[in-house]
């Protein structure tokens, strides 16, 4: 009989680098759109989602850094234990931006937004995600800024 896997206890990144990181990124996308690299844009972007998704998971736990278990880059899995997984689906506008951002995130099958080619991401697809990750109102990374303040 084969034993249970352990999950890793190794602490890997602070929460409050997680949040730099993810607000850094999020700059760094804008930046890379209005440059013309649209596939480096969205990447950047969905990154900064993943990272304020750890930071929720960081924060609903009370942990000061995030373990190694967590080194994923599944949205709806993070969501999932970030905690606040209801309270978006409740939020359809801001749900509905976050389905979007996770359906251009994985594409298609198994080739994700890391390993498409830049000519797959044009500016509309791109200035889209952008607008589903930061618009003020009903964007992804706002809704969890709010949460993890």
Known sequence: MARPRLLSRERVITRDVL???AESRLDEAKALLDAGHFGA???LAGYAVECYLKVAV???LRWDALLATFRVHDLEGLLLYSGFDRELRANTRVYDNFAKVQAIWKMEGDQSVRYRGPSTFSE???RSFLGYIADPETGVVPWLRNRVS
Do not use: H, M
Request: charged fraction near 25%; aromatic fraction near 16%; glycine fraction near 8%.
């Open 58 to 60: 960081c924060f609903t």
């Open 19 to 21: 949040r730099e990181i």
């Open 41 to 43: 844009g969205v990447y």
């Open 124 to 126: 509309d697809l791109a």
